[in-house]
């Protein structure tokens, strides 16, 4: 299983499953899952993938995230992932770095630049460089 995956819960890696999962949309207890394995605060996670506090109630509320939300959830844990995988399994680390201005990414931070899915790519680009010691 994709570590990615397993942060958010997901019990699945294959892309066509994942696919038609995030377009149901994911169980509201797999951004809860994502939350305590990251511990991140729910107002971070939830600024993180996008769902303003009003939304995010009536999510739990609904027990579901929509499609969209789902996408960026996913989107998040795989980001997480490979900067888990980066700094040797070190949350605290990764958080850091994902959290701080990067001058590879013009001064943005990885999880700002994040937002969207071009953003999350350049983000993976650069761990990549950084996993094979291209410091750029």
Known sequence: MAT??????LDTAAAL???RRIERGLPFRDLERFQRAVAMPMAE????V???ERTLARRKLSGRLESDESDRLVRASRLFA???DLFEGDL??????LSAPQRALGGSTPLRL???GVGAREVERLIGRLEHGVFS
């Open 4 to 9: 990615y995956v397993a942060l958010s819960g």
């Open 17 to 19: 499953e994942l696919s």
């Open 45 to 48: 996670i939830a600024e993180m």
């Open 50 to 52: 996008q769902i303003p």
């Open 82 to 84: 490979q900067a888990l």
């Open 92 to 97: 605290e680390a990764a958080k850091a770095w």
């Open 114 to 116: 994040a937002r969207t």
